[in-house]
């Protein structure tokens, strides 16, 4: 399914970025993930369905109490 690999591609990907793997949900900020973003040059028409696949998996770890808060919402 297209839709899984976009959000699978986008999720590795800010994994990977400069040991996000290390840091635990609730120091990821709004600055890590703009960092993130820019750093992707092919992704200026997919910033928007970037920050949204990652918005909905935090959001889901809320829906499923493994997160208290989505910490990239403020």
Known sequence: DQTYQQHRHFL?????FRGVRGLRPHQV??????EWLDSE??????RRHAIRTLLR???WSVRRQLL????IIG
């Open 12 to 16: 590795r990907s800010f994994v990977r």
């Open 29 to 34: 900020t709004v600055h890590l993930v703009e």
């Open 41 to 46: 040059d092919g992704w200026k028409k997919s």
């Open 57 to 59: 998996a935090f959001n």
């Open 68 to 71: 208290a808060k989505n910490p």
